[in-house]
C-alpha cells in the first residue's frame, strides 16, 4: 500500500474512534444530568458526514444511545452507504492499470 492510502486508512479510523468515544461521552452526560446537556446532534450528523457514520452506528449499538431519533436512524445508513461507494470507486480508479491517480490531483 502506498502513503495515500495509509493515511487515508488512518482518517476513517481516527474519525470513527472519535464518533464512537464522543457517543459513550455523550450517554453518559445523559445519565449524569437526566436531560440533555450532551453534544450537539449537529455535531454528530457534521462527524457522520465527514467519514465517521460507521462509528455513530456502532455508538448506538453498543450504548443504546439516539436509537430512537429518526435523523440518526435514517441519516446514518444513507451517509454509510455514500461513503463505502465512495471508498469503492476510489479504491478502484486507484487499482485500475488504465487510471493514474496521481494524474487526478494537481501538484
Not at 469503492?88 to 496521481?102: G, I, P, R
Amino acid at each position: 500500500m502506498t502513503k495515500e492510502l495509509y493515511l487515508a486508512l488512518a482518517y476513517v479510523i481516527l474519525i470513527n474512534l472519535t464518533t464512537f468515544v464522543m457517543f459513550y461521552i455523550d450517554k453518559q452526560e445523559h445519565r449524569r444530568h437526566r436531560h440533555p446537556h450532551g453534544i450537539s446532534t449537529h455535531i454528530f450528523m457534521t462527524l457522520a458526514v465527514l467519514g465517521g457514520s460507521l462509528g455513530e452506528l456502532l455508538g448506538m449499538w453498543a450504548f443504546h444511545h439516539k436509537r430512537h431519533h429518526k435523523e440518526y436512524l435514517v441519516l446514518l445508513p444513507i451517509f454509510l452507504l455514500a461513503q463505502i461507494i465512495v471508498a469503492a470507486v476510489v479504491l478502484n480508479m486507484y487499482f485500475s492499470t488504465d487510471v493514474d491517480v496521481h494524474d487526478l490531483v494537481p501538484a
